[in-house]
Protein backbone atom coordinates (compact mmCIF):
# COMPACT_ATOMS: atom_id res chain seq x y z
CA UNK A 1 0.00 0.00 0.00
CA UNK A 2 1.36 3.42 -0.88
CA UNK A 3 2.43 5.67 2.05
CA UNK A 4 -0.61 8.48 2.72
CA UNK A 5 0.24 12.53 1.74
CA UNK A 6 0.72 14.67 5.04
CA UNK A 7 -0.88 18.29 4.54
CA UNK A 8 0.18 20.83 6.96
CA UNK A 9 -1.84 24.25 7.31
CA UNK A 10 -0.18 27.04 8.83
CA UNK A 11 -0.40 30.73 9.34
CA UNK A 12 -1.42 33.64 12.27
CA UNK A 13 -4.40 32.90 14.42
CA UNK A 14 -7.12 34.53 12.72
CA UNK A 15 -6.23 33.70 9.21
CA UNK A 16 -8.97 30.64 8.99
CA UNK A 17 -6.56 27.60 8.99
CA UNK A 18 -9.75 25.84 11.10
CA UNK A 19 -11.82 26.93 8.57
CA UNK A 20 -9.61 25.98 5.40
CA UNK A 21 -9.00 22.29 7.20
CA UNK A 22 -12.50 21.30 7.51
CA UNK A 23 -13.80 22.69 4.30
CA UNK A 24 -10.88 20.70 2.51
CA UNK A 25 -11.32 17.49 4.45
CA UNK A 26 -14.98 17.68 3.26
CA UNK A 27 -13.87 17.98 -0.35
CA UNK A 28 -10.95 15.74 -0.30
CA UNK A 29 -13.41 12.72 1.06
CA UNK A 30 -15.82 14.30 -1.41
CA UNK A 31 -13.46 12.71 -3.67
CA UNK A 32 -13.40 9.64 -2.26
CA UNK A 33 -9.91 9.75 -1.12
CA UNK A 34 -9.51 8.50 2.71
CA UNK A 35 -8.51 11.96 4.81
CA UNK A 36 -8.20 12.47 9.15
CA UNK A 37 -8.11 15.95 10.29
CA UNK A 38 -5.84 16.65 12.91
CA UNK A 39 -4.90 19.45 15.14
CA UNK A 40 -2.15 21.14 16.91
CA UNK A 41 -1.50 20.84 19.65
CA UNK A 42 -3.53 17.84 20.57
CA UNK A 43 -5.49 15.54 18.27
CA UNK A 44 -4.59 12.35 21.26
CA UNK A 45 -5.46 12.65 25.15
CA UNK A 46 -1.47 13.76 26.11
CA UNK A 47 -0.95 16.76 22.88
CA UNK A 48 -4.58 18.08 24.47
CA UNK A 49 -3.80 17.66 28.07
CA UNK A 50 -0.46 19.76 26.71
CA UNK A 51 -2.17 21.93 24.96
CA UNK A 52 -4.67 23.45 27.79
CA UNK A 53 -0.99 24.31 29.59
CA UNK A 54 0.43 26.16 26.79
CA UNK A 55 -2.67 28.02 25.92
CA UNK A 56 -3.63 28.91 30.02
CA UNK A 57 -2.91 32.73 30.31
CA UNK A 58 -2.68 32.32 33.89
CA UNK A 59 1.05 30.32 33.55
CA UNK A 60 4.46 31.60 33.52
CA UNK A 61 5.61 29.40 30.94
CA UNK A 62 9.38 30.03 29.58
CA UNK A 63 10.31 30.15 25.98
CA UNK A 64 12.18 27.35 25.87
CA UNK A 65 9.49 25.32 28.16
CA UNK A 66 7.01 26.47 25.53
CA UNK A 67 9.20 25.22 22.86
CA UNK A 68 9.35 21.80 24.46
CA UNK A 69 6.00 21.49 25.46
CA UNK A 70 4.93 21.94 21.90
CA UNK A 71 7.25 19.11 20.63
CA UNK A 72 6.06 16.83 23.17
CA UNK A 73 2.51 17.51 22.16
CA UNK A 74 3.83 16.89 18.20
CA UNK A 75 5.77 13.54 18.87
CA UNK A 76 2.98 12.04 20.58
CA UNK A 77 0.26 13.09 17.81
CA UNK A 78 2.94 11.18 15.35
CA UNK A 79 3.40 8.46 17.18
CA UNK A 80 -0.11 7.69 17.71
CA UNK A 81 -2.13 8.96 15.11
CA UNK A 82 0.04 10.65 12.18
CA UNK A 83 2.32 8.07 11.45
CA UNK A 84 -0.05 4.91 11.41
CA UNK A 85 -2.68 7.07 8.66
CA UNK A 86 -0.41 7.72 6.93
CA UNK A 87 0.97 3.68 7.04
CA UNK A 88 -2.46 2.79 6.15
CA UNK A 89 -2.53 5.17 3.00
CA UNK A 90 -4.73 7.82 4.61
CA UNK A 91 -4.26 11.47 3.78
CA UNK A 92 -3.24 13.79 6.90
CA UNK A 93 -4.57 17.14 7.15
CA UNK A 94 -3.00 18.91 10.14
CA UNK A 95 -4.34 22.36 11.05
CA UNK A 96 -0.11 23.32 12.57
CA UNK A 97 2.60 21.41 12.49
CA UNK A 98 6.57 22.20 13.06
CA UNK A 99 6.16 25.33 11.04
CA UNK A 100 4.68 26.91 13.92
CA UNK A 101 7.10 26.00 16.20
CA UNK A 102 9.76 27.42 13.59
CA UNK A 103 8.23 30.92 13.40
CA UNK A 104 6.70 31.36 17.28
CA UNK A 105 9.37 29.54 18.89
CA UNK A 106 11.84 29.79 17.01
CA UNK A 107 11.94 33.51 15.41
CA UNK A 108 9.31 35.66 17.77
CA UNK A 109 10.36 33.55 20.85
CA UNK A 110 14.67 34.46 19.65
CA UNK A 111 15.76 30.63 20.28
CA UNK A 112 16.26 30.22 17.11
CA UNK A 113 15.30 28.64 13.95
CA UNK A 114 17.80 26.13 13.37
CA UNK A 115 17.67 24.73 17.30
CA UNK A 116 13.97 24.53 16.98
CA UNK A 117 14.04 22.59 14.12
CA UNK A 118 16.49 20.22 15.19
CA UNK A 119 14.22 19.56 18.49
CA UNK A 120 11.53 19.28 16.60
CA UNK A 121 13.09 17.14 14.19
CA UNK A 122 14.39 14.79 17.06
CA UNK A 123 10.22 14.85 18.16
CA UNK A 124 8.86 13.54 14.74
CA UNK A 125 11.55 11.35 13.91
CA UNK A 126 12.42 13.66 11.05
CA UNK A 127 8.78 13.40 9.69
CA UNK A 128 8.10 16.26 7.15
CA UNK A 129 5.25 17.55 5.30
CA UNK A 130 4.63 16.39 1.44
CA UNK A 131 2.93 19.93 1.05
CA UNK A 132 2.46 23.08 3.63
CA UNK A 133 -0.49 25.43 2.80
CA UNK A 134 -0.20 29.30 4.30
CA UNK A 135 -2.46 31.68 4.83
CA UNK A 136 -1.93 34.85 4.49
CA UNK A 137 -3.37 37.71 6.37
CA UNK A 138 -3.07 41.72 6.54
CA UNK A 139 -2.65 42.62 10.66
CA UNK A 140 -6.14 45.05 10.23
CA UNK A 141 -8.10 41.78 8.56
CA UNK A 142 -6.46 39.71 11.17
CA UNK A 143 -7.24 42.10 13.84
CA UNK A 144 -11.05 42.18 12.61
CA UNK A 145 -11.20 38.64 12.75
CA UNK A 146 -10.13 37.81 16.13
CA UNK A 147 -12.15 40.80 17.37
CA UNK A 148 -15.84 39.47 15.57
CA UNK A 149 -14.83 35.87 17.43
CA UNK A 150 -15.63 37.59 20.79
CA UNK A 151 -13.53 34.87 22.19
CA UNK A 152 -11.03 35.92 25.83
CA UNK A 153 -7.14 35.50 24.33
CA UNK A 154 -5.23 32.91 24.91
CA UNK A 155 -1.87 33.09 26.52
CA UNK A 156 0.03 33.55 22.63
CA UNK A 157 -2.17 35.85 21.76
CA UNK A 158 -2.07 37.89 24.81
CA UNK A 159 1.16 38.77 22.84
CA UNK A 160 1.46 42.20 21.35
CA UNK A 161 2.05 43.29 17.09
CA UNK A 162 5.33 43.43 17.11
CA UNK A 163 5.25 39.28 18.19
CA UNK A 164 2.79 38.33 15.41
CA UNK A 165 4.51 40.96 12.83
CA UNK A 166 7.91 38.61 13.92
CA UNK A 167 5.66 35.11 12.90
CA UNK A 168 4.84 36.90 10.11
CA UNK A 169 8.04 37.61 8.89
CA UNK A 170 9.48 33.57 9.52
CA UNK A 171 6.76 32.37 7.71
CA UNK A 172 7.15 34.58 4.89
CA UNK A 173 10.94 33.27 5.52
CA UNK A 174 10.39 29.70 5.42
CA UNK A 175 8.06 30.02 2.33
CA UNK A 176 10.68 31.68 0.48
CA UNK A 177 13.24 28.81 1.35
CA UNK A 178 10.72 26.11 0.28
CA UNK A 179 8.62 27.13 -2.30
CA UNK A 180 7.70 23.65 -3.64
CA UNK A 181 6.88 22.76 -0.16
CA UNK A 182 5.00 25.76 1.22
CA UNK A 183 2.31 27.82 -1.17
CA UNK A 184 1.11 30.80 0.15
CA UNK A 185 -2.72 31.70 0.20
CA UNK A 186 -3.99 35.07 -0.02
CA UNK A 187 -6.41 33.93 3.51
CA UNK A 188 -8.43 37.58 3.04
CA UNK A 189 -10.24 36.27 -0.17
CA UNK A 190 -13.69 34.19 0.21
CA UNK A 191 -13.63 31.11 2.19
CA UNK A 192 -14.72 29.08 -0.92
CA UNK A 193 -11.63 30.84 -3.19
CA UNK A 194 -9.36 29.91 -0.24
CA UNK A 195 -10.29 26.78 -0.78
CA UNK A 196 -10.45 26.13 -4.50
CA UNK A 197 -6.93 27.85 -4.19
CA UNK A 198 -6.19 25.60 -1.90
CA UNK A 199 -6.86 22.31 -3.54
CA UNK A 200 -4.86 23.71 -7.00
CA UNK A 201 -2.00 23.93 -4.85
CA UNK A 202 -2.55 20.28 -3.77
CA UNK A 203 -3.40 19.17 -7.64
CA UNK A 204 -0.14 17.11 -8.12
CA UNK A 205 -0.15 15.80 -4.98
CA UNK A 206 -3.39 14.46 -5.36
CA UNK A 207 -3.29 13.33 -9.04
CA UNK A 208 -0.27 11.21 -7.70
CA UNK A 209 -1.87 9.77 -4.56
CA UNK A 210 -4.84 8.80 -7.01
CA UNK A 211 -2.72 7.35 -9.33
CA UNK A 212 -0.92 4.96 -6.34
CA UNK A 213 -4.06 3.73 -5.62
CA UNK A 214 -5.24 3.00 -8.44
Do not use: W
Not at 4 to 30: Q, R
Not at 44 to 57: C, G, H, Y
Not at 80 to 102: H, T
Not at 104 to 127: C, K, P, W
Amino acid sequence: MARGTLITIEGLDGAGKSTLASALSDALAARGLPVALLREPGGVELSERIRALVKDPALNISARAEALLYAAARAQLVHERVLPLLDRGSSVLLDRYIDSSLAYQGAARGLGVAHVREINSFATNALQADRTLLLGISPAARQARLGARGEQPDRLEREDESFFAEIARAYDELAAAEPQRIRLLDAEQPPEQVLADALAALADLLAAHVQTRD
